[in-house]
C-alpha cells in the first residue's frame, strides 16, 4: 500500500537534547512538508520541501531543521533552540494539480 | 492565500444531515476550495474538492454559490464516527507539483447518538 510513514508514533525527550522524527512516502510525490499541531488548534507549517536537495522555511521554522536527500524521506529535527517542542508533528506529501495531499499518522512529542 | 472563516464548532445527533459553511471572501480566480477530515491523533484526511458549483462523492458534497465567497459541505445522515474537527482551505492546485495550503482552526463537529 501506498502512503507515508511516520515514526515513532510516540516520543518522550529531555528538555536540551535534539530528536529526529521520521517520514518517509512511498507514492512518489515530489512536494513534502512539516506540520505541528497544539491541542485544539489548528495546523501550522513547519517546512516544505518542493523537489530533492531543497527546502523551504514555513511559517514556525525556528529551533527546527530539515533535509531532502532522498524523494522518499524527509526527516524533521528538533532542536533544543525550539522553546516549546512538545506537540502532535505531522508530516505530508502531495503531486500537485488537484489531488490534495496525503498526512501520515504524525509523531506526538513530549519534551520533559 | 484566501483567509477563511468557519464555525469553531457544531453540534448533531446521528441520522441528522450536518452543512458545515467556509467563509472565503478573498477567494481568487484559479482557487480551489478543499475540505479535509480529521480524527484526534490523526492526520487529516482529504474529503472533498470543488471549484464551482455542487460537487459530490461517496463521503459529502460541496456547495458553491455563483459569487465563490463561501462553500458548504454537506454530510447527510451523520453517525458517531463523523466527529471529527473540519477544515476549509482555499488554494491554486494547479500549481504544478507544489501548493502550500494553510490550515486554520476548523469546525469541531460532535455527532451525539
Known amino acids: 500500500d501506498g502512503g507515508i510513514t511516520q515514526s515513532p508514533k510516540y516520543l518522550f525527550r529531555k528538555e536540551g537534547q535534539n530528536v529526529t522524527l521520521s517520514c518517509e512516502q512511498n507514492?512518489?510525490?515530489?512536494?513534502m512538508y512539516w506540520y505541528r499541531q497544539d491541542p485544539g488548534q489548528g495546523l501550522r507549517l513547519i517546512y516544505y520541501?518542493?523537489?530533492?536537495?531543497?527546502?523551504q522555511k514555513g511559517d514556525i521554522a525556528e529551533g527546527y531543521s530539515v533535509s531532502r536527500e532522498k524523494k522518499e524521506s524527509f526527516p524533521l529535527t528538533v532542536t533544543s533552540a525550539q522553546k516549546n517542542p512538545t506537540a502532535f508533528y505531522l508530516c505530508a506529501s502531495s503531486m500537485g494539480g488537484n489531488y490534495g495531499y496525503t498526512f501520515g499518522s504524525g509523531t506526538r512529542l513530549t519534551v520533559v | 492565500l484566501a483567509k477563511t472563516t468557519q464555525p469553531i464548532s457544531m453540534d448533531s445527533y446521528e441520522g441528522q444531515e450536518v452543512n458545515i459553511t467556509c467563509s472565503h471572501n478573498?477567494?481568487?480566480?484559479?482557487?480551489?476550495i478543499t475540505w479535509y477530515q480529521q480524527f484526534p491523533s490523526q492526520g487529516p484526511r482529504f474529503i472533498i474538492q470543488g471549484y464551482k458549483t455542487k460537487v459530490t462523492n461517496e463521503v459529502a458534497s460541496l456547495f458553491i454559490p455563483a459569487d465563490r465567497k463561501s462553500s458548504t459541505l454537506s454530510l447527510p445522515r451523520v453517525s458517531l464516527s463523523d466527529t471529527a474537527v473540519y477544515y476549509c482551505?482555499?488554494?491554486?492546485?494547479?500549481?504544478?507539483?507544489?501548493?502550500?495550503?494553510?490550515f486554520g482552526t476548523g469546525t469541531r463537529l460532535l455527532v451525539s447518538p
Open positions: 520541501s518542493q523537489i530533492v536537495n531543497d527546502f
Open positions: 482551505l482555499v488554494g491554486d492546485i494547479r500549481t504544478t507539483g507544489f501548493q502550500k495550503l494553510v
Open positions: 478573498n477567494i481568487a480566480t484559479n482557487d480551489y
Open positions: 507514492l512518489n510525490h515530489d512536494a
